[in-house]
């Protein structure tokens, strides 16, 4: 887990609230029929080459000329069940309310659709809600997939809570340094990865606890008199 964390700077209610919550998720048993998922995304921009890059020598990554041409900004989705060693990812042009609850009918339909709930973890962004189903879907549809789902959330300031991050951060090193000039491309590289990191069944080492986070955090917890 990065050391690299971004924590309020005093005192905070809300904080410790959705912390611990998080933590205590994370403390569950394996349940194959209520698997944690932990979600993520993060946009990738997208590299369009003005010249060849030259042939790598061996032993070498390819060079690229220092001339490019931005070609836009596509979007990954982050599906990732840590306890499984499993992650699932899906590529879109953009970031919106319909893309979140495509991905959330993705797993509901395509990936779990056996398990009797799914048990989220993800940041508390504006897209990532219940009500997004509403505005991408019809009303019984939207009901359908909400139910299927229960959500947690990372706290403000403590999206390092998320295993679905750390697995983003991996995918980013190992994946996506190089250029990709379109969302074909970046899909093809990305599921490439994604297949060789299923089949060594992958998984986050997670230690962190609420007793480690009063400790570490402790100026987080508020003070009673």
Excluded at 110 to 129: G, S
Aim: proline share 6%; hydrophobic share 35%.
């Amino acid at each position: 887990m990065s050391e690299r964390w971004c924590i309020p700077p005093k005192a905070n209610a809300e904080f410790v609230c959705n912390m611990e919550d998080v933590l205590d998720v994370y403390k569950r048993p394996f349940d194959p029929n209520r698997p944690m998922v932990c979600f993520d995304e993060r946009p990738k921009q997208l590299i369009k080459e003005t010249r060849k890059p030259l042939r790598p020598v061996p032993g070498q990554q390819a060079r690229y000329d220092y001339e490019y041409e931005r070609n836009g900004v596509a979007n990954l989705f982050m599906m990732f069940e840590p306890l499984a060693g499993k992650r699932h990812l899906k590529v879109t042009d953009r970031r919106t309310k319909k893309d979140w609850a495509e991905c959330m009918r993705k797993m509901v339909d395509e990936i779990y659709p056996e398990v009797e709930q799914l048990v989220l973890v993800m940041d508390n962004l504006n897209t990532h809600t219940k009500a997004s189903l509403y505005e991408a879907f019809e009303p019984a549809e939207a009901k359908r997939i909400a139910d299927k789902l229960e959500i947690h959330y990372t706290p403000k300031h403590g999206s390092w809570l998320n295993m679905a991050e750390i697995e983003i951060s991996v995918l980013s090193r190992q994946c996506l340094t190089e250029r990709m000039e379109n969302v074909k491309r970046l899909e093809k590289e990305a599921m490439a990865w994604a297949t060789k990191r299923n089949a060594k069944e992958a998984k986050v080492d997670w230690r962190f606890t609420t007793d480690d986070a009063k400790i570490k955090l402790k100026k987080l917890y508020p003070s009673i008199n």
